[in-house]
């Protein structure tokens, strides 16, 4: 059974950061892009960033670029999103996901395999 498992989600002061972790189960995800979405209440889920199976093309919306890098970890299987200069706006349960195939995308129906979620939420 696949399982995604995220954790580094808190609370924090606007202006903190955060790590996010995300470690896969149950199959090998090095050859398979994987991502990070978030979904503040009462809102859809959003795309926040992507990285491709071996970690040299990844893509941000542009509401986080620039504050928030992705990196993965193919010998631990993990998926990591370090957060920086956080804001309130930020707020909201953080998915991480993973795709059958290589490449990077944005869309969340182009995922596969997806995690229960952290809550990260930033105070002003």
């Known amino acids: 059974q696949v399982q995604l498992v995220e954790s580094g989600g808190g609370l924090v002061q606007a202006g903190g950061s955060l790590r996010l972790s995300c470690a896969a189960s149950?199959?090998?995800?090095?050859?398979?892009?994987l991502g990070w979405f978030r979904q503040a209440p009462g809102k859809e889920r959003d795309f926040v960033a992507t990285?491709?199976?071996?970690?040299?093309?990844?893509d941000y919306a542009a509401s986080v670029k620039g504050r928030f890098t992705i990196s993965r970890d193919n010998a631990k299987n993990t998926v990591y999103l370090q957060m920086n200069g956080l804001k309130p706006e930020d707020t909201a349960v953080y998915y991480c996901?993973?795709?059958?195939?290589?490449?990077?995308?944005?869309?969340?129906?182009?995922?596969?395999?997806w995690g229960q979620g952290t809550q990260v939420t930033v105070s002003p």
């Open positions: 996901a993973g795709r059958l195939r290589g490449y990077i995308s944005s869309r969340r129906e182009e995922y596969d395999y």
């Open positions: 149950g199959r090998t995800f090095s050859n398979n892009a």
């Open positions: 990285i491709n199976w071996i970690g040299g093309t990844t």
